[in-house]
């Protein structure tokens, strides 16, 4: 008997009834089939949506009880949290929220699951439903401690399975609507060990200079913040970045260009960009990274430039996303782009900035 294999990477509920979005378009509906779920996604993505209730309860615990869920986006490979608030959440509450979701992991709380819970009644006590979803009269409330809310995902049965919750960025979506992105479980895990390991070559090399002993050392005592995740550490990993490139530029007629390959993900590809362009007079700094098969391009441009100066931030983007099939935008000072990974992006970097100069 012939066997495959048919990969389901999304579902849908319309009307009514459950669709099943698959790899392949030609399938025998009169064969038997067998439904096996993928472990470690499932538990990766329970971890991610339990972290996210957590993660509500502790936004309305700390900026207050207004906050009020805009939308959510959860995989196995990280969550995201869209909410109402009025402004920039400051680095002290972030570091307060992620440690209220931290405390109540440790505090290994079971999940409580209702099914077939009256509407009207879990509204009642309390269960919090996302503002606009249209709800049935029987609903499934799942309650972890005092998290209470309606909700049809997939949970950890207790909160000690998620391990770990990693805040990675707070911004803003629209007005009066923030947004975070955090990871939990083993990819946070994972992910500070990767900031670790960072530290440990940016020590490398510094210590190669004498005159940098110093702070070395001050760098080593921030490898146990930078463990639990603090922002303050990775502040510190920008700055060490920034003293080490400030010298790197090179001089073109009247323009200092910084053009550079990091292996960091993109936020600190971006806040190195903005530490750096006030260091050197007339700059333009290009970075990029590769993702994957994904090739990602910031430009950042010296607002001391002259006011006829042709170097605009947003041109050279497109220029260079258009020659690698990709699409990028922004402004004259500031621009980030994306496509393709392509070998010869060094090349085709220094092609557009020459046509400008």
């Known amino acids: 008997e012939n066997k495959a294999e048919v990969i389901v990477y999304d579902t849908k ?127 499934r409330t799942i309650k972890f401690g005092e998290s209470y809310e309606l909700c049809g995902g997939t949970h950890v049965k207790n909160t000690l399975n998620i391990r770990n919750f990693l805040i990675i960025s707070e911004s803003s979506i629209a007005s009066g609507i923030r947004r975070i992105e955090a990871i939990s479980g083993k990819k946070s895990i994972n992910y500070l060990s990767q900031r670790n390991s960072e530290i440990n070559e940016l020590k490398s090399i510094l210590s190669s200079n004498k005159d940098t002993v110093g702070s070395v050392k001050n760098l080593k005592n921030e490898n146990s913040t930078l463990i639990k995740g603090l922002k303050k550490s990775q502040q510190k ?16 007629h009247d323009y200092n260009f910084l053009i550079h390959k990091l292996d960091t993900e993109n936020d600190l590809m971006r806040s190195l960009s903005f530490n750096l362009i006030g260091k050197v007079s007339n700059s333009v700094i290009i970075f990029y990274n590769v993702d994957a098969n994904k090739l990602n391009i910031i430009c950042n441009v010296s607002k001391s430039l002259p006011e006829n100066s042709k170097i605009d931030a947003s041109h050279i983007i497109n220029k260079i996303c258009k020659e690698i099939g990709g699409a990028g935008g922004g402004q004259r000072y500031y621009a980030s782009g994306s496509g393709p990974k392509n070998d010869k992006i060094e090349t085709i970097i220094k092609t557009v900035t020459k046509t400008l100069l």
């Open 13 to 139: 509920k319309e009307n009514g009834k459950i669709i099943h979005f698959t790899d392949v378009s030609d399938i025998d509906f009169t064969k038997n089939v067998k439904a096996i779920v993928n472990s470690f996604n499932r538990n990766d993505s329970s971890s991610n949506h339990t972290s996210t209730h957590l993660l509500h309860q502790a936004l309305r615990h700390v900026l207050g009880d207004h906050v009020e869920q805009k939308g959510s986006s959860v995989s196995s490979e990280n969550l995201r949290f869209d909410f109402y608030h009025f402004k920039k959440i400051e680095e002290e509450q972030l570091k307060e929220i992620q440690d209220f979701v931290n405390d109540k992991i440790d505090c290994s709380i079971d999940l409580i699951e209702t099914r077939d819970e009256d509407y009207d009644i879990a509204i009642s006590n309390g269960a919090i439903g996302l503002f606009g979803e249209k709800y049935g009269k029987k609903v």
């Open 237 to 252: 990993l920008i700055q060490f970045y920034s003293d080490f490139y400030s010298s790197k530029f090179v001089k073109e």
